[in-house]
């Protein structure tokens, strides 16, 4: 689906977000490269702390400054660069354009108006409309999201929806203007699994209804697996590898992804096969070591691995890998296991 | 089969309801919630037990009945062939030994203010085992045994990461040699490859030790990676129980089969090739249960009698030794 000739309609380069902390810089983000096309679902997965969520929050523009400070990059969507931008027009862009769907909807749900008031607040900040056209707009809104019993729903509060159904009226605030990216940060993480399949399904076929993209930002690579076209792979604030949701899973280049893969049990499988973990924690983002980041964890590391970060490469066709083996493992000199 | 030297622990017609207050609530006829209602499993000796289902649906309070934190509202709990709910206080303090637990969290289930030693060695102390000498030895040996650096004693949890918070958890359970472990989401807040190290480290913990565990979570992959059988609940009922290889590959149950289909595998060919199940609607409030079987509002399959009836959960020999289900169309494929 996604091929080169596809519109690209956002390129993160170089992208650098610090936070200057008492402790230390944090290097939440340390060089985040990527694009993102039209009507693609590109998916980011890493452990906890890998610098996921502030890739987002960046991009929106939602960093609390200071502590944090967006050090260096170029976030280029509609051809404009965001962070050059003037606040003006940033307004435009952010929760407009693009918009973003938490994994806690009480992040962008306020819990004292009822979610009529708010969709058509949301409406009416972008849209010259009247009342009562934005109204309707709210009411068709409420079933694009599978929201049923909608005039009665118009008047209802956010705690009285069950967490499913807030994770839908969130759903619902963030197409409210027909963005063209639509971020989700774990959206269905604290859903139950039932639930989950109902949302991620939605903001799918929202996807396909209107040709917009969606970065979805998740630790399951089920998910990953079934929605995504492309991936990024994080590793303390970096990425480390970039490919096909199909190269990443069936043709792994890096040792992170590989132990990451190697991590999660599958329900298909017959064999009860050891889950070959990967040893030990993530480094602290304060003190990095001076090589690869991965490098301490890391089965594969050899001399060079210690000594400097590896450049990326791409390794095969729209293959990005940043690890000095990869090579080895592209030509079968070095086995994965 | 089923054979009483075999079960360790055998649970009967185990109920517990919480009152709420009227006027607590808003709704004043607002009467119980339902949170276990009349489940009935055994664990067999050295297996590993696996409960999963959603939120809400009454795992964590089983386990809590199991361990006695809890008085049940009706039913019987046997360990070794004894109702301990009918145990002596001398027994109990046995009981309590013999059956130790892992919680979900490992940073709230850990004091901040003590010592990683200091928590290993509560129960030791609680027990009255042994003497100061003998205690921080057999500390040292189980740190050991759980993979952490045995001269990490006097540290702090706060200065450990969160699998190796979840090992000090586990060290805790162990120090007294327990014969069941009730395992309620002990890796559920832990990294994907976190998670592997502590699910290895509990297996071959089960082997060295001999070991019986109630593994509970809501991760149905996670959940079918360590088990022997697996039962799963809905709102406070045991509505399927089966090896676990069997109800992957024949669940009789519409929510198992809701369930495992909802659950996207790790593999993008094969996922884009898969028919998903998506089952509709919430999960019911416990507060007031749908009549009939409670899963019918969302069951594709359900028909006239299901909102009319219970039903039971019964064995169905051709699909498997052992494999029950509480369906008036068990096995029944649902199309979508
Ligand atoms: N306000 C802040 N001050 C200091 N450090 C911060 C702040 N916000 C985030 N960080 C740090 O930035 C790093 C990246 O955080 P981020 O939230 O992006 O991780 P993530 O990949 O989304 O993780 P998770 O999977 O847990 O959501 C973390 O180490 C975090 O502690
Ligand atoms: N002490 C209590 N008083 C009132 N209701 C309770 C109490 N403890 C549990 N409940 C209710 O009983 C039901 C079952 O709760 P339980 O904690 O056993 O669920 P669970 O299956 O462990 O869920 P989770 O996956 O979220 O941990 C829930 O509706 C819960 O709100
Ligand atoms: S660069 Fe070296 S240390 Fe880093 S992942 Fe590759 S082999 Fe491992
Ligand atoms: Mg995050
Ligand atoms: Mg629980």
């Given at each position: 689906?996604?091929?080169?000739?596809?519109?690209?309609?956002?390129e993160?380069?170089?992208?650098?977000?610090?936070?200057?902390?008492?402790?230390?810089?944090?290097?939440?983000?340390?060089?985040?490269?990527?694009?993102?096309?039209?009507?693609?679902?590109l998916?980011?997965?890493?452990?906890?702390?890998?610098?996921?969520?502030?890739?987002?929050?960046?991009?929106?523009?939602?960093i609390?400054?200071?502590?944090?400070?967006?050090?260096?990059?170029?976030?280029?969507?509609?051809g404009?660069?965001l962070?050059?931008?003037?606040?003006?027009?940033?307004?435009?862009f952010?929760?407009?354009?693009?918009?973003?769907?938490?994994?806690?909807?009480?992040?962008?749900?306020?819990?004292?108006?009822?979610?009529?008031?708010?969709?058509?607040?949301?409406?009416?900040?972008?849209?010259?409309?009247?009342?009562?056209?934005?109204?309707?707009?709210?009411?068709?809104?409420?079933?694009?999201?599978?929201?049923?019993?909608?005039?009665?729903?118009?008047?209802?509060?956010?705690?009285?929806?069950?967490?499913?159904?807030?994770?839908r009226?969130?759903?619902?605030?963030?197409?409210?203007?027909?963005?063209?990216?639509?971020?989700?940060?774990?959206?269905?993480?604290?859903?139950?699994?039932?639930i989950?399949?109902?949302?991620?399904?939605?903001?799918?076929?929202?996807?396909?209804?209107?040709?917009?993209?969606?970065?979805?930002?998740?630790?399951?690579?089920?998910?990953?697996?079934?929605?995504?076209?492309?991936?990024?792979?994080?590793?303390?604030?970096?990425?480390?590898?970039?490919?096909?949701?199909?190269?990443?899973?069936?043709?792994?280049?890096?040792?992170?992804?590989?132990?990451?893969?190697?991590?999660?049990?599958?329900?298909?499988?017959?064999?009860?096969?050891?889950?070959?973990?990967?040893?030990?924690?993530?480094?602290?983002?304060?003190?990095?070591?001076?090589?690869?980041?991965?490098?301490?964890?890391?089965?594969?590391?050899?001399?060079?691995?210690?000594?400097?970060?590896?450049?990326?490469?791409?390794e095969?066709?729209?293959?990005?890998?940043?690890?000095?083996?990869?090579?080895?493992?592209l030509?079968?000199s070095?086995?994965?296991? | 089969?089923?054979?009483?030297?075999?079960?360790?622990?055998?649970?009967?017609?185990?109920?517990?309801?919480?009152?709420?207050r009227?006027?607590?609530?808003?709704?004043?006829?607002?009467?119980?919630?339902?949170?276990v209602?009349?489940?009935?499993?055994?664990?067999?000796?050295?297996?590993?037990?696996?409960?999963?289902?959603?939120?809400?649906c009454?795992?964590?309070?089983?386990?809590?009945?199991?361990?006695?934190?809890?008085?049940p509202?009706?039913?019987?709990?046997?360990?070794?062939?004894?109702?301990?709910?009918?145990?002596?206080?001398?027994?109990?303090?046995?009981?309590?030994k013999?059956?130790?637990?892992?919680?979900?969290?490992?940073?709230?289930?850990?004091?901040?203010?003590?010592?990683?030693?200091?928590?290993?060695?509560?129960?030791?102390?609680?027990?009255?085992?042994?003497?100061?000498?003998?205690?921080?030895?057999?500390?040292?040996?189980?740190?050991?045994?759980?993979?952490?650096?045995?001269?990490?004693?006097?540290?702090?949890?706060?200065?450990?990461?969160?699998?190796?918070r979840?090992?000090v958890?586990?060290?805790?359970?162990?120090?007294?040699?327990?014969e069941?472990?009730?395992?309620?989401e002990?890796?559920?807040?832990?990294?994907?490859?976190?998670?592997?190290q502590?699910?290895?480290?509990?297996?071959?913990?089960?082997?060295?030790?001999?070991?019986t565990?109630?593994?509970?979570?809501?991760?149905?992959?996670v959940?079918?990676?360590?088990s022997?059988?697996i039962?799963?609940?809905?709102?406070?009922?045991?509505?399927?129980?089966?090896?676990?290889?069997?109800?992957?590959?024949?669940?009789?149950?519409?929510?198992?089969m809701?369930?495992?289909?909802?659950?996207?595998?790790?593999?993008?060919?094969?996922?884009?090739?898969?028919?998903r199940?998506?089952?509709?609607?919430?999960?019911?409030?416990?507060i007031?249960?749908p009549?009939?079987?409670?899963?019918?509002?969302?069951?594709?399959?359900?028909?006239?009698?299901?909102?009319?009836?219970?039903?039971?959960?019964?064995?169905?020999?051709?699909?498997?030794?052992?494999?029950?289900?509480?369906?008036?169309?068990?096995?029944?494929?649902?199309?979508?």
């Open positions: 689906m996604a091929n080169n000739l596809q519109e690209k309609i956002l993160v380069k170089n992208l650098k977000t610090y936070f200057h902390t008492d402790a230390g810089v944090v290097k939440a983000v340390d060089g985040v490269n990527f694009d993102l096309k039209r009507g693609e679902t998916g980011i997965v890493g452990e906890t702390g890998s610098g996921k969520s502030i890739t987002a929050l960046t991009i929106l523009g939602l609390p400054i200071p502590p944090g400070k967006v050090e260096s990059g170029e976030i280029i969507f509609e404009q660069d962070l050059k931008c003037k606040i003006s027009n940033l307004k435009h952010r929760g407009n354009r693009i918009s973003m769907i938490f994994q806690d909807p009480m992040t962008s749900l306020n819990p004292v108006f009822n979610i009529g008031n708010q969709l058509i607040e949301a409406i009416q900040a972008h849209q010259n409309l009247s009342k009562k056209q934005s109204y309707d707009k709210a009411l068709e809104l409420l079933d694009m999201v599978g929201i049923s019993d909608r005039k009665k729903r118009m008047k209802s509060y956010p705690h009285e929806f069950s967490g499913g159904m807030r994770q009226a969130m759903i619902a605030m963030a197409i409210a203007n027909s963005p063209s990216i639509l971020i989700a940060d774990e959206p269905t993480t604290a859903l139950d699994v039932t989950q399949a109902q949302i991620l399904e939605l903001i799918d076929g929202l996807k396909k209804k209107t040709n917009s993209s969606v970065i979805l930002i998740t630790h399951d690579l089920g998910v990953i697996a079934k929605y995504a076209e492309r991936v990024m792979v994080m590793y303390a604030g970096k990425p480390v590898e970039f490919a096909s949701v199909n190269d990443i899973f069936y043709r792994p280049l890096h040792p992170y992804n590989l132990g990451l893969i190697g991590s999660v049990s599958k329900l298909n499988e017959e064999k009860k096969e050891r889950l070959k973990p990967i040893k030990g924690t993530p480094p602290s983002l304060i003190d990095l070591p001076k090589g690869c980041t991965f490098a301490l964890r890391c089965k594969f590391a050899i001399k060079p691995c210690w000594d400097s970060f590896p450049p990326t490469i791409e095969e066709q729209n293959h990005f890998v940043a690890c000095f083996r990869a090579k080895e493992f030509n079968g070095l086995k994965r296991e | 089969m089923k054979s009483e030297d075999t079960v360790l622990l055998e649970v009967k017609n185990l109920k517990k309801y919480f009152y709420l009227t006027g607590f609530f808003f709704n004043k006829t607002a009467g119980s919630i339902k949170a209602d009349n489940i009935n499993f055994f664990i067999r000796r050295g297996e590993t037990f696996g409960l999963v289902g959603e939120s809400g009454g795992k964590s309070t089983a386990a809590r009945l199991i361990l006695r934190l809890i008085q509202t009706s039913g019987e709990i046997f360990y070794k062939g004894k109702n301990i709910l009918t145990l002596k206080r001398s027994q109990m303090f046995k009981y309590r013999e059956i130790q637990i892992i919680f979900q969290d490992p940073y709230a289930s850990l004091s901040p203010r003590m010592t990683i030693g200091d928590i290993v060695s509560e129960p030791l102390e609680v027990h009255r085992i042994g003497d100061k000498n003998s205690r921080i030895k057999e500390i040292k040996h189980t740190l050991k045994i759980v993979g952490l650096n045995p001269e990490h004693v006097n540290r702090y949890p706060h200065e450990f990461s969160g699998g190796q979840q090992r958890g586990i060290a805790r359970a162990l120090i007294l040699q327990p069941l472990i009730i395992c309620d002990p890796v559920s807040a832990l990294d994907v490859s976190v998670q592997a502590i699910l290895n480290l509990m297996i071959d913990l089960q082997k060295e030790f001999n070991l565990y109630l593994f509970i979570a809501h991760d149905l992959s959940v079918k990676y360590v022997n059988r039962g799963v609940m809905y709102l406070g009922k045991i509505v399927e129980v089966a090896p676990a290889e069997d109800l992957y590959k024949k669940p009789l149950h519409p929510y198992t809701g369930l495992l289909s909802a659950i996207p595998i790790p593999d993008p060919d094969l996922e884009k090739q898969r028919q199940i998506i089952l509709p609607g919430d999960v019911p409030s416990p007031n249960p009549s009939g079987c409670r899963f019918h509002p969302r069951c594709p399959n359900a028909q006239d009698i299901c909102s009319k009836q219970e039903p039971e959960l019964k064995n169905y020999p051709e699909n498997g030794n052992n494999h029950f289900a509480a369906c008036f169309f068990a096995g029944k494929p649902i199309n979508n």
